[in-house]
């Protein structure tokens, strides 16, 4: 499967704890953006990145909050201290920038992160 | 700046029967847009977009979606629901002026196809 694929899937953890995702994008993908989703709403966009770069980060990314993509291909998430209210479902996804042209943002299953 | 409404927040239909997700959008220039269908405890799988052309753009799994340009809404359609088709919707749009790639997401529509 040449998907976007996601690790952990589940993560369990207690308050003040740090976790770290990881994100694997579609190979050939230039552009890779982190959301996060809470249940009953649609993904809230986090950062993205294009290669190596981080590119822009949204007001929701608090400092706690924490992305990289070393080498332009797989890129961690992590957060520090965490709290309850970081409990969600947390999206990778990529596409391919060329050009100028937008295409399309293809989708990991996620991490779903409970904060007990 | 831009936002997505999906006025519905649960569509019922019986299987066979048409079936309409509705979506509204306002952005300050024109828009790139998108479905994608989400199933429990999964990630988002892209259905169709809209970036320029016809207004009828035709995606995966039968689904079809059509712009609106004067009432800014891109409703995704599909003549005959399947049972299968029971999912989470999410309409999403990118404003084409922005600097950034930057998709923004509606709510999301649970479609429920009734056997």
């Known amino acids: 499967d040449t998907g976007v694929s996601q690790d952990p899937r589940h993560k369990i953890t207690k308050r003040g704890q740090n976790v770290t995702f990881r994100c694997d994008p579609i190979s050939e993908h230039n552009r890779l953006y982190w959301y996060r989703q809470t249940l009953g709403q649609g993904p809230e966009f986090l950062t993205y990145f294009q290669n190596e770069a981080q590119l822009e980060k949204s007001r929701l990314l608090s400092d706690r909050f924490s992305a990289e993509r070393p080498k332009g291909s797989f890129s961690t998430l992590e957060i520090q201290r965490t709290e309850q209210g970081d409990s969600a479902m947390y999206l990778c996804?990529?596409?391919?920038?060329?050009?100028?042209?937008?295409?399309?943002?293809?989708f990991g299953p996620g991490t779903r992160l409970l904060v007990l | 700046a831009q936002s997505v409404a999906q006025p519905e927040d649960q569509v019922n239909v019986a299987e066979g029967n048409p079936l309409t997700v509705k979506c509204t959008y306002s952005v300050s220039g024109n828009p790139y847009l998108f479905w994608y269908v989400q199933y429990p405890n999964r990630g988002l799988q892209f259905l169709l977009k809209?970036?320029?052309?016809?207004?009828l753009v035709k995606g995966s799994y039968g689904f079809e979606a059509e712009f609106n340009k004067s009432q800014t809404s891109f409703h995704l359609k599909k003549p005959s629901a399947l049972v299968s088709d029971s999912a989470l919707y999410f309409c999403?749009?990118?404003?084409?002026?922005?600097?950034?790639?930057?998709?923004?997401f509606g709510p999301g529509t649970s479609l429920s196809v009734i056997p």
């Open positions: 999403a749009v990118r404003d084409k002026k922005t600097s950034y790639d930057k998709v923004i």
């Open positions: 809209y970036i320029t052309g016809d207004n």
């Open positions: 996804a990529s596409s391919l920038e060329a050009l100028g042209l937008q295409e399309t943002q293809y």
